[in-house]
């Protein structure tokens, strides 16, 4: 072969095997990071529901034609589960499904994203749902349509409550994507038009609880929260007088803390939860690991009991500044939802 024909065919592959590499950088692994790519840069707190496995982990047969008592039957049965608790969409479910075409019965995935500008619901679907026919009923019940197909969808309160009671205010306007098969909604519709940015890839995407999620594996539910929202949310702080005296001398026990810089913890398939704490040090990880999993064994200040009475640790470590704990509940705790919210002591700053 001539030297100058090799040359041609070796700079061919180097930019095939580039543009293959681009593609799995840019490309989500996961359904929550294809979520998280869409939530705005400055999101502190992300609510994740992977519908289409919890259907198929309660062996539910909900699907377009089901009733609405079907659909609230199967939101009860997640309920139980400690499924629902991560969605903002379980008291919507049963008037969603009939009138705007959707709900936790047919979608794929839910994740609702919290900053301080707005919130925005950030919903995968299948072929379950079809969007045109989503269209169709948001004109019909009064939304006005967007001269883009991606455009916002105008409703607001009034539209809202003429579908029917009970439907979140997070569903006052929409956003349809046809081409990444997903349905954004917000109470605030300029809210919307920063997500569009993101979308567009006019803004950055909440890429530090990107990665703090992709510790989680795939997990049903999840809550991921940045540094300055775990810290407030689940500090011993929010606990009465003797309950932080108790948490001080527990956690000097322990072998001391070190604040964190993220959060999120996830219900995995089979019942199993894990927690993912980030600390700015990575020296600092192995004995947060260490003092975090003993003050997960033990006594619950602010929350009453003992963390034992509710799960065990099965496992306990640390990868840089990443520290993971395994959680197994027992029988009939709502973990996820208990421990989402402060005082949680083995997660306090």
Do not use: K, N
């Not at 065919?9 to 294809?34: C, H």
């Not at 609230?72 to 608790?85: H, I």
């Not at 794929?108 to 009923?137: H, I, K, N, T, Y």
């Not at 940045?226 to 001398?249: F, I, K, P, V």
């Amino acid at each position: 072969m001539p030297r100058r024909a090799a040359v041609a065919l070796v700079a061919v592959a180097l930019v095939v095997v580039a543009g293959l590499v681009s593609w799995r950088l840019l490309t989500p692994d996961t359904a929550m990071e294809q979520g998280l790519s869409l939530a705005p840069a400055d999101t502190s707190r992300v609510s994740w529901t992977d519908w289409e496995a919890v259907r198929r982990e309660l062996g539910a047969d909900v699907d377009a034609g089901s009733s609405p008592e079907a659909v609230d039957a199967f939101l009860a049965d997640a309920f139980a589960a400690d499924l629902s608790a991560m969605s903002a969409l379980g008291s919507s479910a049963a008037v969603m499904q009939p009138e705007l075409g959707f709900s936790p019965a047919t979608i794929s995935w839910e994740l609702f994203a919290q900053s301080p500008d707005g919130a925005v619901e950030v919903m995968g679907v299948g072929d379950e749902v079809s969007l045109d026919e989503v269209a169709d009923r948001l004109t019909t019940l009064g939304w006005t349509e967007p001269e883009d197909d991606d455009g916002v969808w105008v409703g607001g309160p009034d539209v809202l409550t003429g579908v029917g009671p009970g439907l979140t205010p997070e569903l006052q306007h929409f956003v349809l994507l046809a081409d990444r098969g997903v349905i954004l909604s917000s109470d605030q519709a300029p809210y919307l038009e920063q997500v569009r940015e993101v979308v567009d890839g006019d803004a950055g995407a909440a890429g530090d609880l990107a990665d703090l999620s992709a510790d989680l594996g795939d997990p049903l539910a999840a809550a991921i929260y940045d540094g300055d929202h775990a810290c407030e949310r689940l500090a011993m702080s929010q606990a009465d007088d003797d309950a932080q005296a108790e948490a001080d001398q527990l956690v000097e026990a322990a072998g001391g803390i070190h604040p964190l810089t993220g959060f999120a913890m996830g219900l995995l398939p089979g019942g199993d939860l894990r927690a993912v704490m980030e600390v700015e040090d990575a020296d600092d990880a192995p004995g947060d690991a260490e003092a975090r999993a003993r003050l997960a064994a033990g006594p619950a200040p602010g929350q009453g009991g003992d963390f034992s009475d509710r799960f065990a640790v099965t496992g306990a470590g640390s990868d840089g500044t990443t520290i993971t704990l395994d959680l197994r509940p027992e029988d009939g705790e709502y973990v996820l939802s208990d421990l989402t919210s402060g005082p949680v002591l083995f997660a306090t700053c």
